[in-house]
């Protein structure tokens, strides 16, 4: 029989017993929403944390070292040739990174203790560089107020503790200004610079030297942070005052690492004491790293740890897909006993059919087919069902979160590869329940299931 | 079709033997038969002869336990299950006794059915089952089911379901034994028609001697499985 003939003889049939077929599609689709709810909460925690951990900082990023800043402080071996030369973290290493493939960006970590001045008193503090990508990317997301409004506007967003510090009222802080005071890093000239090292480094003439001169900064506040964003590795964590990258970097303010800097060659060219270097996705972090470490630099990034989050939600989807599973192994028992039904009650029609010269291949087949209807539909309800109870879930979740005082958060995430493989895959349960009926139908005797009454 | 002798069915010692615990019940027994092309045979005996088995052997629907059965010159027995199925499809048209139109089809649904099954284009479905329809006067109740047609009639609608994959061989058990006399006799009219314009091979079942011997050409005549007389006009 050709494809058509069966679908329309399978679809006429299982109209025939519209309550029976339906209740047994709508337990396929209850099996099934109970597989996708499961699975789409795995795959909702997982792009969640994914999401939260990279917001952090922690994985999609490396930090990249001058190799010497990387080693322990110890007396270096008399014997130890470095099989590469040390290269200096200087703006055409930055731009060399930024050329690899699947790099972002690359911004230089900047992060100075400073004296914040409120209101006439003086508040100790860690100031930190946000770069101008942070915007979009989630570090930011539940501020109060708003992010910089450029990437070199004199503005402040303070970390809610910090804010605490300077006022009980710390909505009110918002539009208000402070100063900050912090040392800056003024290059000595080159005659005083020489004289400066004649005591240790003589010999070496790319050796510069600085001097520390106080100043101040007005900033106008913007944004107050409930959590610390990108508080993580490699990332700007730690500063509770924050301020656009550029003007930090404008400020030229000396740095803990600045004192090491003074004593190492470095042309008078200025140097980063670390990068950090934001990749496309985690899964590009191995990759970048063993480029960096290729050409000179320390690097080292969390990659492992991603590798464990991802084993822990691949067994953590695994457990969920096989207990949502079950409530589809239920289902598969009710497609079989209506298909058994349907042979008992269908018993003389099969006989006809043979006898008008359906082959047991047809009978078979519009067996099957019946089966792969019911899977199909019973699919394609479930994901509806499936996608109501996760917005339920991530609904009842947020009103919970609400009352903790947390942000809310989306557990719950249907891919297009759940929709697909869902539907594909009650489908597929479908007709493994139905070859045991298809079978038993095809294999009637059509002269007794003639005689049958 | 036929074979070259013209011979369109051949029963050559037929057996069909049922194992009922020790017990052997011997429904066909060794049964020798040629049906000519063309011809309209009755198979006659009362219940239990062992004609609808005899019937539904040649029609290829059962399979005898001994002796073979010859349709157009090929060996029933050496056909596989699939070949079997396209036999019945595109060789054998039947007709029961009690119709065996599927109620929740329309006229013109069941009568498609074997052209369904037999995998005719769609395009040259419709005029088939007009022609087929027209052969037994009901075409214009393509849209009515079983249950809204009298006996006559839904055994008029098994005739043109029969007839509509064009077969050489037509099958008919007891035909008229639902119908009132009358009825019957217009479907004895019918079939006998079908036979002299089609030159179709008509086999029919019956127990009633009169009909058989009104309509049909030759007699053969079973009791307890075995062939009692054959081609005997009383």
């Not at chain 1, 270096?76 to 930024?98: F, G, I, T």
């Not at chain 1, 912090?182 to 004289?195: F, I, K, T």
């Not at chain 1, 598969?332 to 047991?360: C, P, S």
């Not at chain 1, 697909?420 to 139908?441: E, M």
């Amino acid at each position: 029989m050709k494809a058509g003939d069966l679908g329309e003889l399978a679809l006429r049939n299982l109209r025939e017993a519209v309550l029976r077929n339906s209740l047994t599609t709508l337990g396929v689709a209850v099996g099934v929403a109970s597989l996708v709810a499961m699975l789409s909460l795995g795959v909702g925690l997982q792009e969640l944390a994914t999401k939260r951990l990279s917001n952090s900082g922690l994985f999609d990023t490396v930090v990249v070292m001058p190799r010497r800043n990387m080693q322990p402080m110890r007396r270096p071996a008399a014997n130890l040739v470095p099989s590469k030369p040390d290269r200096v973290l200087d703006d055409d290493a930055r731009n060399e990174l930024a050329r690899l493939p699947n790099v972002l960006e690359v911004y230089p970590q900047i992060r100075f203790p400073t004296e914040v001045r409120y209101n006439g008193s003086p508040y100790s503090t860690i100031v930190a560089g946000v770069p101008d990508s942070s915007r979009g990317n989630g570090s930011f997301d539940g501020i109060q107020g708003s992010f910089f409004s450029g990437p070199n506007a004199d503005e402040a967003i303070l970390q809610i503790e910090f804010a605490k510090d300077l006022s009980e009222q710390t909505a009110s802080l918002i539009g208000k200004d402070l100063v900050v005071r912090y040392a800056e890093r003024e290059a000595l000239p080159p005659e005083s610079a020489a004289a400066g090292a004649k005591g240790s480094n003589a010999a070496d003439p790319g050796a510069g030297g600085f001097s520390i001169v106080p100043r101040e900064k007005k900033l106008h506040i913007v944004g107050i942070v409930e959590t610390e964003p990108a508080a993580g590795f490699g990332g700007f964590g730690s500063g509770r005052l924050l301020i656009p990258l550029e003007v930090a970097s404008a400020l030229r303010a000396a740095q803990v690492n600045d004192l090491r800097d003074a004593v190492r060659a470095t042309n008078g060219k200025p140097v980063y004491a670390s990068l950090t270097v934001r990749v496309k996705s985690p899964a590009l972090v191995e990759g970048i790293e063993t480029a960096v470490k290729n050409m000179g630099f320390g690097a080292f990034s969390l990659l492992d740890a991603t590798r464990n989050l991802r084993l822990f939600f691949t067994i953590f989807d695994l457990l969920l897909a096989i207990f949502g599973s079950l409530a589809l192994a239920v289902a598969t028992l009710g497609i079989i006993n209506t298909l058994v039904m349907a042979i008992l009650e269908r018993r003389r029609e099969i006989g006809i059919l043979k006898a008008l010269g359906a082959a047991d291949r047809d009978v078979k087949q519009l067996f099957f087919v019946e089966a792969g209807v019911m899977g199909l539909f019973g699919g394609a309800l479930g994901v509806v069902f499936g996608w109501f109870i996760g917005r339920a879930l991530t609904w009842g979740t947020n009103v919970y979160l609400h009352r903790q005082n947390l942000p809310s958060a989306h557990v719950f995430s249907v891919p297009w590869w759940l929709v697909l493989g869902a539907i594909a895959f009650a489908v597929i349960v479908s007709l493994i329940a139905g070859l045991y009926p298809a079978s038993r139908a095809a294999k009637l005797n059509p002269v007794e299931a003639l005689r049958y009454e | 079709m036929t074979t070259g002798n013209g011979i369109a069915v051949h029963a050559d010692r037929v057996s069909r033997h049922y194992e009922m615990g020790a017990a052997v019940i011997r429904a066909v027994d060794d049964v020798t038969l040629e049906i000519r092309a063309g011809e309209f045979v009755a198979l006659l005996g009362s219940s239990g002869s062992g004609k609808s088995t005899l019937l539904n052997l040649m029609a290829g629907l059962d399979q005898p336990t001994g002796g073979a059965i010859f349709a157009n010159g090929r060996n029933l027995s050496e056909l596989s299950s699939l070949e079997l199925a396209r036999y019945r499809s595109r060789t054998v048209g039947m007709v029961f006794q009690s119709f065996n139109l599927l109620p929740r089809m329309t006229l013109e649904e069941n009568v498609e059915l074997p052209l369904r099954l037999a995998e005719v284009d769609r395009a040259e479905r419709g005029a088939r089952v007009q022609e087929a329809l027209e052969r037994v006067s009901l075409e214009k109740r393509l849209t009515h089911r079983p249950s809204e047609m009298s006996g006559g009639e839904q055994q008029r609608a098994a005739l043109a379901r029969a007839l509509v994959n064009r077969p050489s061989l037509l099958f008919a058990d007891e035909p008229t034994g639902n119908l009132d006399s009358a009825t019957g006799e217009s479907i004895m009219l019918l079939l006998k028609e079908i036979q002299q314009k089609l030159g179709m091979t008509i086999v029919m079942v019956t127990h009633e001697r009169p009909l058989a011997e009104r309509f049909a050409d030759r007699i053969a005549a079973l009791a307890d499985g075995k062939l009692l007389t054959d081609g005997v006009k009383s």
